[in-house]
């Protein structure tokens, strides 16, 4: 603990098992790449997480609980991401997790309770997906807080895969997309958006594409300004036998913008 990296791994071949631990206290807070990764910098590496609790390290950047960078191929299963913060102002992306440039399978995880606290330099306080390649199914969001993706954030060019029968309950931005903010168009399927809220835009979920959400519930969203459930800035997203119940927003409760709907 109070290291820059509790676990730090570049370049690990297959095989390479973390099982059954907890990894805290870590701090990174001087230059790169020492701003990241508190609990876990794995760079280029081919790992599997199983069974720990990644809780309250403290970073600079992104990425605070685990960052995964450039390359390689993490697998995350039954595990908890949670807790965990920046310890300065400034940019201030996935506390719980970052992603970049990777390849990426979470399963039966909980990420929660990750907190960014910049007023308008954090994406995705519980987790970025950025450029890369994703699995992340049967995962439980709650109680995120951050500006914009309060749970989640999907961005970049190349950023592909699925989000499945995932929970995202709970959580809150101070700007766009409570739940999720997305800019990227990975389906969206058998997933629940419950209690969310958003400041602006999205209490649900905020979309700048044309993604599609398929079998998906929206219940009890807010948002103060428009879209309780889901807020569209542009693109075409589709809804496919989606619910949407209980929203509220002042404009929009339960959609605000021009989706296509199935």
Known sequence: ENSYHVVRAANTAV???????????????VVSPDTRGAGALLESAVVEIVNCTVT???????????????????????SRIVHNRPHTSGQQDGMGLYAFQTKIAMTNCEVSHNVSTSAVLSQGAGMVLWGSNVNIRECLFEDNHGYQGGALQISAPGTTGIISKCRFIGNTATSAGGGLITFISVPVVD????????????????????HKFINCLFAENT???????VSIQNGSPQYINC????????????????PQLG
Request: proline share 0%; hydrophobic share 35%.
């Open 15 to 29: 095989g390479t098992i973390i099982d059954g631990v907890t990894i805290t206290a870590g701090y990174s807070n």
């Open 243 to 258: 619910i949407f119940t209980g929203n509220n927003a002042a404009n929009g409760g339960a959609i605000w913008g021009f």
């Open 56 to 78: 309250t390290n403290a970073c600079r950047s992104g990425g605070c609980g685990v960052a995964v960078w450039s390359g390689g191929s993490v697998s995350i299963t039954d």
């Open 191 to 210: 997933c629940q958006f419950i209690g969310n809220h958003a400041q602006f835009n999205g209490g649900g979920a905020f979309r700048a594409d044309s």
């Open 223 to 229: 948002s103060n300004s428009v879209g309780g459930g």
